[in-house]
C-alpha cells in the first residue's frame, strides 16, 4: 500500500519537530514536504534546524528541503500545522482553500464556529462540521483544529463524566511544563529553584475549549455545553507532562468515587474502536499510589497518548478531586493531531 | 541588657538549623542549650550536624555541647522546638511541666484546645490559652505553637479578609519546595524533571488549622472559624518558597479587587506597632506584575517574613482568586516561632 | 524456542528494576525468580517495590513471588545481580557455588584476579577467566561482573584508541547524574540549584577498573594496562546519563582529529559481529554539534546502549580533550549485564 | 562625606541589575545616572526592566531616568559598565575619552595592552597602566576591567601559589550557573534533567586571562605569566555559583598539602589592608568536608565576595586537584568591578 504524502506547516519548530519524530515510520503516512519561514526554506532540513527530539532524526526526513509556506500544485493532500499563531491565520488558510486538508495544532481556528475542535475519541461527530466549512469557502480543503495542550488533558477527563453525570462547574490549577512554550521558550533562570504563577494567554483556552469540545453537534454547528470552568496556570521545572488538579462537581448525579473510576477506566472511543496507529489501547489510566501520576514516571503511557488519572478523593466545595497528567506535545499536541488525521482518513475526509 | 538564655528542641535537623541560624546576634535571645537525640549528644555541635544553611555557622554555637532532650536545673526557661513529631509529644510536655516556655513549631499540639496556636499578626488573643494551660498543668511553663508553614502563608491572607468581609469558601492548591521535607527529605529523582502530587498528612493541616487560628478565644478556649477550606499539595523542584492558589468566597461582603487589595497592603498587627526584632514591615505585600510571587525573587522579602501577593483576579466559581508565595522555612517555621517568642517576652508570658 | 529462565538479585532496587525493564520480551531471557531482602521476600513483586521506571511493569513479573537470597535446587542457571555491595559479597559467591552464572552489575568481584570485568565490545577474552575461576572454586558456576557506569563510558572510548595508538594518560571530570546513587539516594535538597561536587567511593574505580579491562589476558590471569589515570566525579541535578570530559594523551602514535573520529566511530565488537539482541549498531556516535552530547537529548541513543562522543580538540596539556556521555544505568548497569549474559550464552557459558 | 556619583552602563540588563544592588547604600557610592539602549531610555527604571534580583529595587534608583550611552556635561566621573560586548568597544571608549573613570566587566578592552585587567587583591600594581592609558588617549579619562566570571574565581586560587611556587600548567573543567549568559540567556529545556557541555566564547578566556592577571607589570606594559592553561566550561542547571575543577603543577617548588591550604587561607591583599567596603574578610575558605564547596551552600560566603577551595587533593597527572566555588555575578562581575572602583578611588586614582 502506497502511503499518503503528507507536509509539515511550521516544520522546524519545538511541536514541528514531534511531528516529524511521531511521523517516522507511520504505517499510513509518509512526510513529503517540510514547511518553515524564509530562514529556513531551501536549506536541507538538517542544516535548517537543531534537532532536539530525544531519538534520532530519521534520515529520510533529514534530506528534505525546507520550503516557504506557499501552496502550489506539489501540495500534499494532508498537512498538519505547527504553526505560530502569529502566521497561522493566513497560511492554514491558504492551504485549506487550495485543497488542502489542515490539521491543526495551532489555536487560531480552534473556535471558528465552522472548524471542528476535535479530540478522536471523544467528538468525532464534530467532523460534521467540515462539510459546512467546504461548502462556504466553495473548496475540497478544509481546516481541523485539535485543543490546547492543558485542555486536552482536561476535556479527556471531562467527557465520559459529562456524558454520564453532567458536569455543573470546574476548577483546575495546572502546573506546567516547559516544553509548552516552545525552545527557546521559558528562561532557565526562571525555572531553577523557581515557580512562574503565570502563562501568559493559556487559562482563557482552558475555560472556553472544553464548552466546545463537550458541545452538542446539530446542523453543521456547535452548541457548547454549559459548565463553569475556572483555571490556574503555573510553569514549573518540567521537560514534558502537564500535571492538573482538578475539582469538580456534576450537574445531574452524584457517583460514587468507585462509580467515577470506572466510568474513566472504560473510557474508550472510535479511535480505539478503528484501531487507529495512534490510538492508545487505555485513553485513561488510573494510579492507586496517591503520589501518581508523576511526569517523569507515568507521561509515556500509552506512548505518550494515555491521560494518568490520581488521587480521586472527596472535596468539601465540590463533589470530587482529582489530579491527571498528560504528555503535552504528544496527547497534548502533535499526537492529538495525528490521531485526528488518521480518523479524518478512516471516515473518509482524507484519501 | 543581658539577653535571655533560651535552648533549642531539635537542633540538629533542618528546622532547628534554621532557628540557630535566624537567632544569630539576636537583640534579645542568646542560645545556651541545644538538644538533640542520643546520638548526637555529647558532642559539639558543631561535629554533630552538617550545617546546611547559605550563612555561615556562628562560632559560639559551633562549640555549644548538644544534649539529650532532659530537663535539669540549668535548662533555659525558653526552648523552641524544632522536634520531629514522633517525639515531640513527651519532650514538649515534660519542658513545659518543669518550667520552660516551649514554642513550638511542631505539629503535635497545634490542636490542643489549651495549646495556643499562634500567628503573631494575626491572633496574639490566643495567648490567653496559656494562663489556663498553666493552671490545669499546675506549672509555671506551658506550650504555644506556630501552625503548619503552608496554613501561616494562607492564614495571612486570609485573616485581614475574614475579618472585614467574613469568609465562606476557601479552594487551595500548593506547590511546595523541597525542604518543607527536611534534609534528607525527598529524593532528588522525585523531583528533577518531576513533580510529586502529594504530600503525606499536609492537606489536613490546611484545612484545619486556619480555622483555629481565626476563630474566637473566649473564657479560654477557642471556638473555630467557620470556614469550609479544601486543600491539595503538590511538591515541587524547589529549595524554599511554598506557593499557594487560592480561591475563596466571602460572607458577608464583596469587596471590589482594589478594596481587597488595600486590606492585605495595610494588614499589621501588634509584632509591627511593637516593632519587634523579627516582625517585617509589610507583612503583606502585593505584586502587580501576573508572573510574581516567584519563589526564587521574592520570597526573601522581609527577611523571610513577607507574604508575598498576586494575580488577584475574577474568579467564575468563588469570588476571587489570588496566588501567594510564603518562606516556608521561616515565616512559615522557625522566624513564626521566634516572633512568636518575641511577643510572648513583650507581654510578660516570658522574662 | 524455549526461553532460558533468569533470577534477578536485589530485584527491587533501582539497577533491579532497570534489569526488569530490559528484560521484558527479551527474546532469550525470561525473568522467573525474584530476589531481595527478607523485608520483601513473600511478597508479590508489585508489592514489594515501588516500580519507578518510565514504562509499565510487565504483568508476568509483576506476579512472581519475591524469594530471599537463597539457593536451592529451583534456583535458576543464570542470575543478574544488582545486590548492594554490603550483601553481594556471600550471596553472589553462593549462588556460584551452587551452579549459577552470576551476571553481577556489584562492585564486589569485579577486581577479583579470577573474575572477568568485561565490557562485552571490548575485552570478551576476559570471559576465558572462567575456566580458571570454576577449576578453583571446584563449581560449575561463576562471576562475570561490569564495570562502574563512569568506567563504562570511559573505557568504551578508550578501548579503540588505545588498541590503535596507546595511551599515557587519562584525565577524567565526570558530572554524574542522580540515578547512579539508586533510590531514595541524592536528597533533593543536594541537587535543586546545586552540584555536589564528591561522589563518595567513585573515583578509585574509574581509576583502577579501566586498566584492568583493557589490560591483556594470557593464561588464565589479567595484566592490567599501564595508564595513568586521573578522576574527579560531581553530582549534578541529572535523572539519567553522565557526562565526562576526558583529556589523554597517547603513547605510540599522534592521531589526527580526524583519525581519533574515525577509529571511534567505526568501534564495534563481537556483540556487533553476532548480532546480539542487546547490542547498539554503534557502540559509539560522535556528534559535530560542539554544544552535544546532551544527557536529555542523546542518552537513549542506540538504546541507551551507544556512547556519544563530541568536542574533540586540541589540549596544551594533553593531546586531545572530549566529552562523552553514558547513559548509566542502561549501558553503564543493567544493560552491560545483559549484553555480558547474551555473550555469555552465545559463547556457551551459559546454555 | 559628600558620596561619589556613579552611572552604569547597561543598567537594565542581569549584571547591570546586580551592581544596582550591591551599590544599594554603597558608603562612598551613589547612583546618579544610569544608561541603557535607546529602547529603555526616557523611561523611569522601574518602568524600564523587570527587576530580577532578589531584594527590593532602591526606591532612588527605581525612579531615576534611563538615558542612552551618550557622555555630556552631567555624566559622572566614575562609570560602571555592564555592557554587551556588541557595543562595549565604542560606548566605553566615548566615555573613558570625556574623562570618565570606566570600570567595566565587559570582555572588549580585557586584553588591550594599555587597559588595566585587575582583581583587587591580585594585582593592583596593573592600574599603573592608567598613567600610560591616559597619556596615549589625551584624556582625564581611563578604563580598567575586571576578568570573566570563571577566571576570577580560577585567579584567585592560582595568585598566591603563583607567587610562592610557580605554576607551570593548569586544568580546568567548570560547571557553570546560568546566570553567567544573562536573562532570558540559557533555554530552560536545555537545564532541566539536562547537562550543556559548552560554553560559546568561554575557554579562550579562561586560558589567556589568568596569564596576564598573573603578568609582571613593568614600565607601563605587562609581561603576561607563562602559564599553560586547558579549559572546558559546561553549563549545568544552577542559578548561581562556578565550580571549578582545577589540577595544577608547581613550577619552582613541591608544597605539601597542609602548606598550600595554609597559602590559599592567608592569602589577603591590598583590599583587605586598606579595609575597602566590598572586600572580604577572607577572600579564600578552605572547607575540610569532601562535598564542599556545593554552590547553594557556600556561594554567598563574604557577601558572594570569597572563593571557596575544597577536595585539594593527590592527582597522578599533576601535582595536586582541588575544586572551588566562584559567585559567578558578585565575585565574578558586579562585585569584582565595584571592589576595583573602591581600589581606584582609595589609591587617588578616582576622585
Given at each position: 500500500?502506497?502511503?499518503?504524502?503528507?507536509?509539515?506547516?511550521?516544520?522546524?519548530?519545538?511541536?514541528?519537530?514531534?511531528?516529524?519524530?511521531?511521523?517516522?515510520?507511520?504505517?499510513?503516512?509518509?512526510?513529503?514536504?517540510?514547511?518553515?519561514?524564509?530562514?529556513?526554506?531551501?536549506?536541507?532540513?538538517?542544516?535548517?534546524?537543531?534537532?532536539?527530539?530525544?531519538?534520532?532524526?530519521?534520515?529520510?526526513?533529514a534530506k528534505l528541503r525546507v520550503e516557504i509556506c506557499e501552496v502550489d500544485e506539489m501540495t500534499p493532500k494532508l498537512v498538519?500545522?505547527?504553526?505560530?499563531?502569529?502566521?497561522?491565520?493566513?497560511?492554514?488558510?491558504?492551504?485549506?482553500?487550495?485543497?488542502?486538508?489542515?490539521?491543526?495544532?495551532?489555536?487560531?481556528?480552534?473556535?471558528?464556529?465552522?472548524?471542528?475542535?476535535?479530540?478522536?475519541?471523544?467528538?468525532?461527530?464534530?467532523?460534521?462540521?467540515?462539510?459546512?466549512?467546504?461548502?462556504?469557502?466553495?473548496?475540497?480543503?478544509?481546516?481541523?483544529?485539535?485543543?490546547?495542550?492543558?485542555?486536552?488533558?482536561?476535556?479527556?477527563?471531562?467527557?465520559?463524566?459529562?456524558?454520564?453525570?453532567?458536569?455543573?462547574?470546574?476548577?483546575?490549577?495546572?502546573?506546567?511544563?516547559?516544553?509548552?512554550?516552545?525552545?527557546?521558550?521559558?528562561?532557565?533562570?526562571?525555572?531553577?529553584?523557581?515557580?512562574?504563577?503565570?502563562?501568559?494567554?493559556?487559562?482563557?483556552?482552558?475555560?472556553?475549549?472544553?464548552?466546545?469540545?463537550?458541545?452538542?453537534?446539530?446542523?453543521?454547528?456547535?452548541?457548547?455545553?454549559?459548565?463553569?470552568?475556572?483555571?490556574?496556570?503555573?510553569?514549573?521545572?518540567?521537560?514534558?507532562?502537564?500535571?492538573?488538579?482538578?475539582?469538580?462537581?456534576?450537574?445531574?448525579?452524584?457517583?460514587?468515587?468507585?462509580?467515577?473510576?470506572?466510568?474513566?477506566?472504560?473510557?474508550?472511543?472510535?479511535?480505539?474502536?478503528?484501531?487507529?496507529?495512534?490510538?492508545?489501547?487505555?485513553?485513561?489510566?488510573?494510579?492507586?499510589?496517591?503520589?501518581?501520576?508523576?511526569?517523569?514516571?507515568?507521561?509515556?503511557?500509552?506512548?505518550?497518548?494515555?491521560?494518568?488519572?490520581?488521587?480521586?478523593?472527596?472535596?468539601?466545595?465540590?463533589?470530587?478531586?482529582?489530579?491527571?497528567?498528560?504528555?503535552?506535545?504528544?496527547?497534548?499536541?502533535?499526537?492529538?493531531?495525528?490521531?485526528?488525521?488518521?480518523?479524518?482518513?478512516?471516515?473518509?475526509?482524507?484519501?
Amino acid at each position: 500500500m502506497k502511503k499518503i504524502p503528507v507536509g509539515i506547516l511550521g516544520a522546524t519548530g519545538a511541536v514541528g519537530q514531534r511531528f516529524i519524530q511521531l511521523l517516522d515510520n507511520h504505517p499510513w503516512f509518509e512526510i513529503t514536504h517540510l514547511y518553515a519561514s524564509e530562514r529556513s526554506a531551501g536549506q536541507l532540513y538538517r542544516d535548517a534546524t537543531t534537532w532536539r527530539m530525544d531519538t534520532t532524526l530519521p534520515e529520510t526526513t533529514a534530506k528534505l528541503r525546507v520550503e516557504i509556506c506557499e501552496v502550489d500544485e506539489m501540495t500534499p493532500k494532508l498537512v498538519f500545522s505547527a504553526l505560530d499563531s502569529s502566521v497561522a491565520t493566513e497560511v492554514e488558510a491558504s492551504f485549506a482553500k487550495n485543497g488542502a486538508a489542515v490539521v491543526s495544532n495551532s489555536k487560531n481556528y480552534r473556535m471558528d464556529p465552522l472548524v471542528p475542535l476535535v479530540v478522536s475519541e471523544i467528538n468525532p461527530e464534530q467532523l460534521e462540521l467540515i462539510t459546512t466549512q467546504k461548502k462556504q469557502n466553495d473548496s475540497s480543503g478544509f481546516i481541523v483544529t485539535n485543543p490546547n495542550c492543558t485542555t486536552i488533558g482536561l476535556s479527556m477527563v471531562l467527557a465520559p463524566l459529562y456524558e454520564k453525570y453532567g458536569l455543573e462547574k470546574v476548577s483546575v490549577v495546572s502546573l506546567q511544563a516547559s516544553s509548552g512554550a516552545g525552545y527557546p521558550g521559558v528562561p532557565s533562570l526562571d525555572l531553577i529553584d523557581n515557580v512562574v504563577p503565570y502563562i501568559s494567554d493559556e487559562e482563557d483556552k482552558i475555560i472556553t475549549e472544553p464548552c466546545k469540545i463537550l458541545g452538542e453537534t446539530t446542523n453543521g454547528s456547535v452548541t457548547p455545553a454549559d459548565i463553569a470552568i475556572d483555571a490556574t496556570s503555573t510553569r514549573v521545572g518540567l521537560r514534558d507532562g502537564h500535571i492538573e488538579v482538578v475539582s469538580l462537581s456534576f450537574a445531574n448525579a452524584k457517583p460514587s468515587h468507585k462509580e467515577i473510576r470506572e466510568t474513566l477506566e472504560r473510557f474508550s472511543g472510535l479511535p480505539q474502536q478503528l484501531n487507529l496507529p495512534s490510538a492508545p489501547k487505555n485513553p485513561i489510566e488510573y494510579c492507586i499510589d496517591p503520589a501518581r501520576p508523576q511526569p517523569a514516571l507515568d507521561r509515556m503511557r500509552g506512548g505518550g497518548m494515555t491521560v494518568t488519572v490520581g488521587r480521586l478523593r472527596e472535596s468539601k466545595l465540590f463533589d470530587v478531586t482529582l489530579t491527571l497528567l498528560v504528555h503535552n506535545t504528544i496527547r497534548g499536541a502533535a499526537g492529538a493531531a495525528i490521531l485526528n488525521a488518521e480518523l479524518l482518513h478512516q471516515q473518509g475526509y482524507v484519501d
